[in-house]
């Protein structure tokens, strides 16, 4: 399986992706298997969608301090109140950083590769990363939610 980053304005990226019926299939595996190597390569990037890929499917993979997440289907179901304004980055929008407001701490239940069902409460960068894949898989970018405020950066390298 070959796959690569899709880009803005690649209309994959703004459709709602479909739910994954059986995590253990064959092609599930394999593409849990080429995303998390994709993300781990990537020495730039904290989480990749499937969408980002080209595949219309609700998986996500997260990399941050030496663990891997992957979210097969996974739903938000808590999220704190209070919002903090941090600068983002995306494989889709290369060199591209702005300010994104986004919940502290969200709780996330998913299936793992195994099919088992996962919930983990995320503080920080990683309650970040899972909002900033699970709405790729809801079709919204990051540039949906750019805050009012200036623009931080846009690197034009």
């Known amino acids: 399986m070959k796959l ?10 703004r459709q709602k992706a479909a739910k994954i019926k059986f995590p253990l299939d064959k092609k599930t595996q394999e593409l849990v298997l080429v995303m998390s190597e994709m993300l781990i390569s990537n020495k730039n990037a904290i989480g990749l969608a499937a969408p980002q890929v080209g595949e219309s ?4 993979v997260i990399n941050l301090d030496g663990e891997l997440y992957v ?36 709780q996330v239940r ?8 996962r919930k983990v409460r995320a503080r920080g960068l990683l309650a970040r990363a ?5 709405d790729h898989l809801d079709g ?17 390298n």
């Open 130 to 134: 899972f909002q900033h894949e699970i």
């Open 57 to 60: 499917l609700r998986l996500c």
């Open 71 to 106: 979210a097969i289907n996974p739903k938000i179901t808590a999220k704190s109140r209070k919002k903090i304004v941090s600068e983002e980055g995306c494989l889709s929008f290369p060199n591209e950083f702005y300010p994104v407001s986004r919940c502290e701490d969200v």
């Open 140 to 156: 919204i970018l990051f540039i949906d939610k750019i805050t009012k405020s200036k623009t931080i950066s846009k690197s034009t």
């Open 4 to 13: 690569k980053i899709r880009k803005n304005p690649d209309p994959i990226l």
């Open 110 to 117: 998913f299936s793992d590769p195994d099919g088992k069902p």
